[in-house]
Structure formats: C-alpha cells, structure tokens
Nanobody, 115 residues
C-alpha cells in the first residue's frame, strides 16, 4: 500500500487548506483512515479519522473547523481533510494513515499557519 499526501502550504490565520491523500496498491479491506500531525518538538497526534462505515472522530481542538472525508474508487482510495479557520497552533507536518492489517503512513505534508 502506498500513500501519497499533498496539499500543505503556507496560509494566514483564518485561512483554509485542503489536504489530499491517495492510497494505491493492495487497498482492498482498508478499514480506518486518518490524518495525524506532528508539530516541532511534539508527539504525533491524531487529528481526525474516518472508518469504512463513514463514522468519524475528531480531536477536540479541530471540531467544527476540520472535515475528514474519503472516496472509495475501484483501484484507489482518496482521503481528504478540509481545514478551515486555521490557527497558528495547527502548524505541523500532517500525515495520512491507513489501517488494513498493518498500519501504513504517507510521507507527510507541511502546513504552516502564520499569525
């Protein structure tokens, strides 16, 4: 399974970004997909996750600002994170994650929110 994330960048506080992640390869049976982030000097943390049945879970600090979604196609699965009302504390490297039997991680995309 390969995960390719993109969409990060520099944005001012209050702005929006949309992250995308495409999963390819042996994707049959992907259950949970998620976005994690890791800020400098901090541990990686769960931002949002979406289960195959479309149930979602969000970190409290991003509720009502971020929306996770996924699109299951025949040969790929796409994961998205719409981020609105961004704050400087959202600055981090964002990683997409997929769980099949093992855990798979994308390469990370940097989001920088300036004040």
């Amino acid at each position: 399974v390969q995960l390719q994330a993109c969409g990060g960048g520099l944005v001012q506080a209050g702005g929006s970004l949309r992250l995308s992640c495409e999963a390819s390869g042996s994707i049959a049976g992907i259950h949970t997909m998620a976005w994690y982030r890791q800020a400098p000097g901090k541990q990686r943390e769960l931002v949002a996750q979406i289960m195959n049945g479309r149930g979602t879970h969000y970190k409290d600090s991003v509720k009502d600002r971020f929306t996770i979604s996924r699109d299951n196609a025949k040969n790929t699965v796409s994961l998205y994170l719409q981020m609105n009302s961004l704050k400087p504390e959202d600055t981090a490297v964002y990683y997409c994650y997929a769980q099949i039997v093992l855990n798979y991680w994308g390469q990370g995309t940097l989001v920088t929110v300036s004040s």
